[in-house]
T-cell receptor, first 112, second 115 residues
Framework: LAKTTQPISMDSYEGQEVNITCSHN???????ITWYQQFPSQGPRFIIQ???TKVTNEVASLFIPADRKSSTLSLPRVSLSDTAVYYC?????????????FGTGTRLLVSP | GAVVSQHPSRVICKSGTSVKIECRSL??????MFWYRQFPKQSLMLMAT?????????EQGVEKDKFLINHASLTLSTLTVTSAHPEDSSFYIC???????????FGPGTRLLVL
């Protein structure tokens, strides 16, 4: 399973755009990049998933360069409620192998 | 999105007793369910993977006789912590994946405190 590296923590202010970058140098051809959000004392919540280029949904955007060795989760105009831990995972797809390996995640603190 | 529930949300028990935690997929059939454990300020650690109707596969270092997992139906998996000790106190989280689905959906977690 490809290992991921992300910043341990980030600070931001309300209304700013936050970009969290994740490195996954050993990503395989059939691996997808998946991001989860976790609030204290809650289970992780799926945010977004992508394979290449750019994916956007109502919550975030995910940017993946051509070499796919990194990815960036972009949260537009964050609010206090976006304070959470964000996990980047690399998951092999279409193999029936669904074991998720969580790294340390990035602890985002949004201040007023 | 798909909804996964857990019961109870928190439980306190005496050392030596057993505790059962339920994980249910509410609006989809979960062919595979996963159990994680998370200690304070740490990441989630996968404990075991269970497929409906078959024995669970445990991760290295996880005692299968202590953490009994049953996945008897497509919507329910249970984790029983047998003879719980204070070091078993943790946040237990399940996740579920439907047939043909790629995304895992997580339950809200169960906080276990063993006195």
């Amino acid at each position: 399973l490809a290992k991921t590296t992300q910043p341990i923590s980030m600070d931001s202010y309300e209304g700013q755009e936050v970009n969290i970058t994740c490195s996954h140098n050993n990503i395989a051809t059939n691996d997808y990049i998946t991001w989860y959000q976790q609030f204290p004392s809650q289970g992780p919540r799926f945010i977004i998933q992508g394979y290449k280029t750019k994916v956007t949904n109502e919550v975030a955007s995910l940017f993946i360069p051509a070499d796919r060795k990194s990815s960036t989760l972009s949260l537009p105009r964050v609010s206090l409620s976006d304070t959470a831990v964000y996990y980047c995972l690399v998951v092999p797809m279409n193999t029936g192998f669904q074991k998720l390996v969580f790294g340390t995640g990035t602890r985002l603190l949004v201040s007023p | 999105g798909a909804v996964v529930s857990q019961h109870p949300s928190r439980v306190i028990c005496k050392s030596g007793t057993s505790v059962k935690i339920e994980c249910r997929s509410l609006d989809f059939q979960a062919t595979t369910m996963f159990w994680y454990r998370q200690f304070p300020k740490q990441s989630l650690m996968l404990m075991a993977t269970s497929n409906e109707g078959s024995k669970a596969t445990y991760e290295q270092g996880v005692e299968k006789d202590k953490f009994l997992i049953n996945h008897a139906s497509l919507t329910l998996s249970t984790l029983t912590v047998t003879s719980a000790h204070p070091e078993d106190s943790s946040f237990y989280i399940c996740s579920a994946r439907g047939s043909g689905e790629e995304t895992q959906y997580f339950g809200p977690g169960t906080r276990l405190l063993v006195l």
